[in-house]
């Protein structure tokens, strides 16, 4: 399997809804128990009591019904778990084997913006060891800013303490990710945006799949998230304006503050200060 991680607002839906133009492979909606599976497997150490939660807990998880839910039965999910071996890189394979399997696809991934800020879990339990493959995508955080800000959701004040957040759980993971180069691809979003079919070629070189001139077929994407306000641009091509947009921009952000608090990511990922 694979995971694709970045930060809200960072291309992450772009990304996986391109991939999943290949009939190769599936990516599901996005789930929320990759995160809590990883706790109880650090703190539950008799398998037996971990196995019995892990099997109620995923297939009670919030998300379930509309991401693995609809490729896996509980009934799939309970099986898996068991005959998987106790760990997180085991139980995901095994998940996500299944998913590939019942939808007739090569490999099958996962993409859960919220999962990066729990790097630190996921390590400690294995997941960058396990050999499940790594997409990293990174966007300006400056313009993740302005994006955020024109969403409903997102705290007015979130300029304030977000690029600290950005800055820490990116660096986490391209630092974690070091010793496992062979399983990491790291990806700016302005890049992607730039030269998309460079970047998927790339991609499924590095997924082990043949490239498909669909991935390319933006018009088809995301179809049933365009409803969402801030998934309106899904079914056109990527957008350049997107990219940068924070250097004409005239809204009342204070980028001296977000420098204080992400200069050093915005060097190591190549955005200057």
């Excluded at 960072?10 to 789930?31: D, M, R, Y």
């Excluded at 969403?151 to 070091?178: E, G, H, Y």
């Excluded at 079919?197 to 049933?224: A, P, R, T």
Aim: charged residues 20%; glycine residues 6%.
């Amino acid at each position: 399997m694979f995971i694709i991680f970045g930060s809200p607002r960072s291309g992450t839906t772009l990304l996986k809804e391109a991939l999943c133009q290949n009939p190769s492979i599936t990516i599901p909606h996005e789930t929320d128990f990759i995160i809590p599976l990883a706790f109880i497997i650090d703190r539950v150490k008799d398998q037996e009591i971990g196995k019995k939660l892990i099997s109620k807990m995923i297939v009670s998880s919030v998300a379930f019904p509309t991401s693995i839910g609809r490729f896996l039965t509980p009934h799939d999910v309970e099986g898996i778990v068991w005959r998987s071996h106790y760990s997180l890189g085991s139980m995901l394979t095994e998940l996500y084997r299944e998913i590939a399997l019942k939808s007739h696809s090569t490999i099958a991934g996962d993409k859960s913006p919220n999962d990066l800020a729990f790097a630190g879990i996921l390590r400690k339990t294995g997941l960058f060891d396990s050999g499940i493959k790594i997409i990293h995508i990174v966007r300006d955080i400056r313009d993740v800013i302005l994006s955020l800000r024109k969403t409903s959701w997102a705290p007015r004040d979130i300029d304030l303490f977000f690029p600290r957040i950005w800055a820490t759980a990116n660096l986490n993971l391209k630092q974690f990710m070091n010793y496992s180069a062979d399983s990491y691809f790291f990806l700016r979003f302005e890049d992607f945006v730039a030269e998309p079919q460079h970047y998927l070629n790339k991609l499924s070189d590095f997924l082990g799949v043949v490239f498909s001139e669909s991935m390319l077929n933006w018009q088809n994407m995301g179809e049933d998230l365009k409803h969402l306000e801030h998934h309106a641009n899904l079914g056109r091509s990527p957008l350049l304006e997107r990219c940068y947009g924070w250097k004409s921009c005239s809204a009342d952000c204070d980028f001296e503050n977000l420098h204080q608090q992400a200069g050093e990511a915005l060097v190591e990922f190549g955005y200057g200060t």
